[in-house]
């Protein structure tokens, strides 16, 4: 199912994202993907809509993603979506590697710009290539039939000036042909809200799926907020810090809000939830159990 039908769900749509396992040899490799798609196998009875593989920055996990993306459709039985950024490349060599996920039976893509790589302050444009998601997007929706999955950011897009500026340059995305937004992960439920508030009043009508990553340790705190900017409330902030030496406690916490942080969002009519695995099963397996999301709710198949 492409992601315009997924999302026309009248249940709530759960995805997952995962990344490439980093891997130095062949025997690595098959060890990591295997136990990965175990993690994955225990998270399949809540019944995915899809699970979104990410693609490394600089195009460094390009042909993993591949694999993996192949892996999680033909041994779990799950849609996977594949990310793809604009870094480094050319059309043509944008236009072989998209096609070849179309002839594998992939339905969906995210449509990414990407970071600069390290060590460089700003994104450029590479040669032959597109200097903004909105033109990948543009270029997929013409050369394919791909349902295409675009990012967006409730707290705003580093890069840019304004939270308004920002959203019009989503509304590019969505114009070119985007059927999905997934926002950057948050904590701050309100700021999600106003988000869409103000996406839906400059036009943006495609559903805004709030991304999640649940907190289970106090070491993920400064990556999180450095990584992606976004800000914690203050009384969870509290609470992580003053439990900081015990890390049973942070898990609770931390779980505890994201059950409590997703209740919210369904609560207020959202159309599903992508979480943020980090390759692991445990933490969102108990946020599901919790919100008595099962795999009676939805079948993405
Ligand atoms: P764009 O939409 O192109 O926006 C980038 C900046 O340019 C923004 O500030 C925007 O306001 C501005 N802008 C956009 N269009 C225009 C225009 N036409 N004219 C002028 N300004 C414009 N990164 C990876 O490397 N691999 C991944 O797999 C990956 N997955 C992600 C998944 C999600 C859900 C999210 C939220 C992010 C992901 N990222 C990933 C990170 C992403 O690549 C970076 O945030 C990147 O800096 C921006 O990508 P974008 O597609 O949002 O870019």
């Known amino acids: 199912m492409k992601l315009k039908e997924i999302y026309n769900?009248?249940?709530?749509?759960?995805?997952?994202?995962v990344f490439p396992p980093k891997i130095k040899s062949p025997e690595e490799k098959k060890h990591k993907m295997q136990a990965l798609l175990c993690e994955?196998?225990?998270?399949?009875?809540?019944?995915?809509?899809?699970?979104?593989?990410?693609?490394?920055?600089?195009?460094?996990?390009?042909?993993?993603?591949f694999e993996l993306v192949l892996m999680i459709k033909d041994e779990l039985n799950i849609q996977p979506m594949p990310h793809f950024t604009c870094v480094g490349s050319a059309r043509n060599e944008i236009l072989q590697y998209i096609?070849?996920?179309?002839?594998?039976?992939?339905?969906?893509?995210?449509?990414?710009?990407?970071?600069?790589?390290?060590?460089?302050?700003?994104?450029?444009?590479?040669?032959?290539?597109?200097?903004?998601?909105?033109?990948?997007?543009?270029?997929?929706?013409?050369?394919?039939?791909?349902?295409?999955?675009?990012?967006?950011?409730p707290e705003c897009h580093p890069d840019c000036c304004s939270l308004e500026v920002d959203i019009q340059n989503l509304k590019r995305k969505v114009d070119s042909g985007a059927e999905a937004v997934i926002t950057q992960l948050f904590y701050d439920n309100q700021r999600y809200f106003d988000?869409?508030?103000?996406?839906?009043?400059?036009?943006?009508?495609?559903?805004?799926?709030?991304?999640?990553?649940?907190?289970?340790?106090?070491?993920?705190?400064?990556?999180?907020?450095?990584?992606s900017g976004c800000a914690l409330p203050a009384?969870?902030?509290?609470?992580?810090?003053?439990?900081?030496?015990?890390?049973?406690?942070?898990?609770?916490?931390?779980?505890?809000?994201s059950v409590n942080q997703c209740k919210e969002l369904l609560e207020n009519g959202m159309p599903g939830i992508h979480f943020y695995t980090l390759n692991k099963a445990f933490a969102v397996k108990n946020i599901l159990d919790r919100l008595e999301i099962n795999k009676n709710e939805y079948s993405g198949v």
């Open 99 to 153: 096609k070849k996920f179309e002839s594998h039976g992939i339905y969906n893509i995210l449509a990414l710009r990407g970071d600069p790589p390290r060590g460089e302050k700003k994104f450029v444009k590479p040669k032959d290539g597109f200097g903004y998601a909105n033109e990948l997007v543009e270029f997929i929706n013409a050369k394919t039939g791909l349902g295409i999955g675009v990012a967006g950011y």
């Open 9 to 17: 769900s009248t249940k709530p749509v759960i995805s997952f994202e």
């Open 40 to 65: 994955l196998s225990r998270l399949s009875k809540y019944n995915p809509a899809f699970i979104s593989v990410t693609y490394g920055a600089g195009g460094g996990t390009r042909e993993t993603t």
């Open 195 to 227: 988000f869409v508030e103000k996406a839906r009043l400059a036009g943006i009508n495609i559903p805004i799926i709030p991304g999640i990553l649940p907190i289970t340790s106090h070491n993920q705190l400064d990556k999180i907020v450095t990584l």
């Open 235 to 257: 009384q969870f902030m509290a609470d992580l810090e003053k439990n900081k030496n015990n890390p049973e406690a942070i898990k609770t916490i931390g779980l505890d809000f």
